[in-house]
């Protein structure tokens, strides 16, 4: 009897934390196609602008981008974008203390790549990017405090937030690892530096896969986030 109370304990415990995954990867991927003002944990975000439907944005890759505004500027810089998001710059900014702002419409195409000019393979194939992974398909995400004359990698607290954020993204709108770029890997950029590059190297690495690899189908989001545990 004692053999089989503990067999059945092992199997009670075991479908327990199955049942806890499962139910941790469904939640993250409700929360994570959410309309309003979603918020992450582990993640600080301001929201300059209320999320709608993720299946009305365009987005098939992220590209990730550095900028020359000093600390503190982040707000700022989301503000003169939620003004006019058709200006130079991207939807999404975070703070070197790793508060992410929402500035634009997710809808909102902003003007932020080179048109993907990019085509010598230099650090990753590039024939599936050139002319490819544009401002009309990309969400970008800036990253301020390289600042100045582009010494200053990004922050930890930027690292941290960057790689919740990635996953974020990478589940609202099905978006595997593998198209996260920096932007020097897709546009000739500031020769001084590699521009995301540090930032999307580590947003590789974590290898997070959504729970629906191609968005926007047919039938809907059904079977989305049951795969998104890690
Ligand atoms: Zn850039």
Redesign the pocket.
């Known amino acids: 009897m004692r053999k089989l109370g503990h067999l059945i304990g092992t199997a009670v415990l075991a479908a327990a934390s199955h049942g806890a995954l499962a139910s941790d990867g469904a939640d993250f991927g409700r929360l994570a196609r959410g309309a309003g003002e979603p918020q992450v944990p582990g993640l600080r975000m301001v929201y300059l602008s209320p999320l709608g439907d993720p299946a009305a944005a365009p987005w098939k890759h992220i ?1 990730l ?3 020359e505004g000093p600390a503190g500027s982040a707000r700022g810089m989301a503000n003169a974008q939620a003004r006019h998001p058709a200006k130079r710059g991207a939807t999404l900014w975070v703070e070197t203390d790793g508060t992410v702002y929402w500035a634009t419409p997710e809808t909102a195409v902003t003007l ?2 080179d048109g993907a000019n990019r085509n010598d393979n230099k650090y990753i194939d590039n024939s599936k990017t050139y002319r490819q992974v544009t401002r009309a398909n990309s969400i ?1 995400v ?1 990253f301020v405090g390289n600042f100045p004359d582009v010494r200053r990698p990004p922050t930890e607290e930027q690292f941290a937030a960057m790689l919740v954020l990635v996953r974020f993204l990478q589940e609202r709108y099905g978006i595997p690892p593998d198209r996260v770029y920096a ?2 890997w897709i ?1 000739y ?1 500031d020769h001084r530096y590699c ?2 590059c540090s930032l999307a190297e580590r947003a590789r690495a974590q290898g997070y896969r959504p729970g629906l690899a191609e968005p926007k189908t047919a039938s809907g989001v059904a079977g989305r986030g049951i795969a998104a545990g890690q």
Do not use: C, Y
Request: hydrophobic share 5%.
């Open positions: 590209i981008h550095q900028t932020h790549g970008g800036e932007h020097n546009d950029k521009e995301g």
